[in-house]
Every structure is written in structure tokens, then in C-alpha cells.
């Protein structure tokens, strides 16, 4: 087995994981049976156990008990209990000298471009203007989606959620992080990223081409060929 083997058989099991606790969840948000919400608690315990298994694999020490209880306490009933990835935007930044607007996280002094999760009575792009000036101090305007990302998939979630990307363009404002989420607020070119920048792999070619004038579809994560067998199944 390969170094790459075991790490994206832990994505595998926690994936899967998480997609049974929601068909689970999802299940007795909607059912008056007894007897079917006794069966979903168990397809939860199931779904707990390979959780436990993919934190063994990652050295994080959890119980069972503990992921049902946080799943348990998230079940809701009728539309309100389906089950469904939460939602992220993010925001791509840039200025007339080509650069683009990062953020260093307070928690973890890793840098990335702003985010922030959806909030109702918003749309995506107005998410983004809204978490750019909290985040950063500065006014910008959305111009394109660039993208829609399965966060789980790339690596950066260990639950279902994905990521809007927005291109906007800084119109106002002062660079003035926000004195509780944020560590440091900055402008940077392709060749300027800070250490540790998360993520930039993906998404610096894609922001900076943006930045630069580029008008692309946006891109999405494409189907995958085994897709409950996982990404290395051959």
C-alpha cells in the first residue's frame, strides 16, 4: 500500500461516514414510526463507528457516543430535518496592482482568501461583500462566480459543505482586520503568498488569472468515476 493509500482511504471512511448519519438524520426527521427511528439510531451507531475509525487513523481519541450525540441533537422534522451540506462563500479579492486580499486566521495563523458561512436573508455574492468588509475592512464589488467546491472532497472539511468562490474587485475601504477573527489582513502577488497559505495549490492559478482580467465558466467539481468506492479505486 502506497503513503497515498491510507490517506485517502480516511477521506473514504469519513465521507461515508457522514453520508450515512444524514440519510439517517434525515430519516427521522420525517418518519412517525418507531420502529424506523430505532432502525436509523443504529445506521447512526454504524456511521459513528467508521467515524471513530477514520480519528484512530488521524490519532484524534473520540467515542462513539460522541458523534451520535452531536447528530442526534442536529436532527430536525419535516424539511427542516432534511439533511443537507452547509454553505460556505468565499471571496477572491484583487486591486488594481494585481494582487489579491488574504487573511490570517486568529485560531490557526493560516492564511487564506475571506470566508464565512452563508447567512439567511442573503444572496451568495452579497455574503461575500458582507464577509470581505468584516473580515478585511474593504469594500469590493462581486464580478464572477468562479467556482463551486465539495469541501469534504478537497480535504479542508471533515463534514458536508461547499464552497461558492467569488471574483470582486476592491472599490473602497482601509485595511483594518477584524480585532476577533482575524490575526493579520494583507495585498499579495502570485510570488508574495504567506506561510502557510491554505489551499493555494488549487485555487492561486484560477484567482490570479481572475485578478488578471480572465472571464472563465465557473469551474465544479468534476463526477468521479467509482464514487462510493472512492477517489483511488481502480
Known sequence: ??????QYFTKDLIR???????????GMGFTQSLYEKERYEEVLKVAADIKVAADDALEVRRE???????????????IPGYVTPKVAVGAIVGNEEGKILLVQRKDSGVWLYPTGWADVGYSPAEVAMKEVEEETGIIAEPLQLLGVVDGMRMGFSRFGMYMLLFHLRATGGELQGHPLETGDVGWFGPDELPTPTAGAQWWGDMAFAAIAGDINPATFDAPREHMWRGDHAS
Not at 500500500?1 to 491510507?6: G, K, Q, R
Not at 461515508?16 to 434525515?26: D, Q, V
Not at 462513539?64 to 419535516?78: A, I, K, P, R, T
Open 1 to 6: 500500500m502506497s503513503d497515498a493509500e491510507p
Open 16 to 26: 461515508w461516514s457522514e453520508t450515512l448519519a444524514a440519510i439517517a438524520r434525515t
Open 64 to 78: 462513539q457516543d460522541h458523534f451520535v450525540q452531536e447528530w442526534m441533537e442536529s436532527v430536525g422534522e419535516g
